[in-house]
């Protein structure tokens, strides 16, 4: 029988929220807090405790869960809810950080006396609904049994990467991940832009790569998302790709790779936030390729 754990969730946008629905549902207690409060009020038709401040979402929590924009805002969270923080407390700090904020957070965590876990996710607002996310985690083998419950409720598979989460192990794998989902969404994006302009059908593109190598079922899935103006809800929003893609460049820069898609990639993600899609899904950057609107 899996232990029922009483576990505090830090944001609750499109994935904190999937999360947290998901921990009720597998018999946790969850209180869950973020800082647009009415993002967090229909948790509470799922059981889940609605708190006011981080501070009062994590006293008395077994575990902290943190999904947030950034690794500036967790660690702003995390000083809020400092006060009622309890010494030895498991932190799954989920929110894509990138490498030297997951050192930042790992710092505030040993400052405090917690026991961290660098544990972000792959997978969209789909998926988390379902609990149906991978988790790639890093942390003590000693503290995992303590955490387990909660991986499991939340996701479908966890994927060990390090024992140190301060290593950023699990960040660094999330990121070269997220590298090439995000030159995936940006390729179909511009293809079907060209198709636009050159007088192309998108359908005749699909036929001719169908079946082989070339094919894929993301670009269907997003390319399905832009000719059928499904881009909300988001399943992954414009401004958090954007967020994501400018980690990716700053880690291959960090490390002497130049990362000319990713950087190309970041400025399209945010040329389409700008023109108005920040909070749609990704594959509308596909609007990034024009300077107006598509033609007719």
Known sequence: MTEKLSTAVLGTGIMGAAMARNLARAGHTVRAWNRTRTKSEPLAADGVFVADTPAEAVRGADVVLTMLY????????????????RPGTPWVQSTTAGIAGVGELAGFAAEHGLVFFDAPVLGTRQPAEAGQLLVLAAGPSAAR??????LDAVGARTVWTGEDGAESSATRLKLVA???????????????ALAQALGVDPQGFF???????????????????????RL????????????????IVEAGRAHGVRLDLA?????????????GHADEDMAAAYFASFDEHPPA
């Open 145 to 150: 049994e303590a955490v387990a419950p909660v």
């Open 207 to 229: 036929d001719a790569i169908a079946g082989g190598p070339l094919d894929m079922g993301y670009l269907h899935a997003k390319s399905g998302m832009i000719l059928n103006d």
């Open 178 to 192: 997220n590298s090439w989902v995000l030159a995936a969404t940006n390729a179909a994006g511009e293809a079907l």
């Open 263 to 275: 950087e190309a990639g970041a400025a399209r993600f945010t040329r389409a936030a700008a023109q």
């Open 232 to 247: 909300s809800p988001a399943q992954f929003a414009v401004a958090t790709a954007a967020k994501d893609a400018l980690l």
């Open 70 to 85: 950034d690794g500036e805002t967790v660690l702003q969270v995390m000083g809020e809810a400092a006060p009622a923080l």
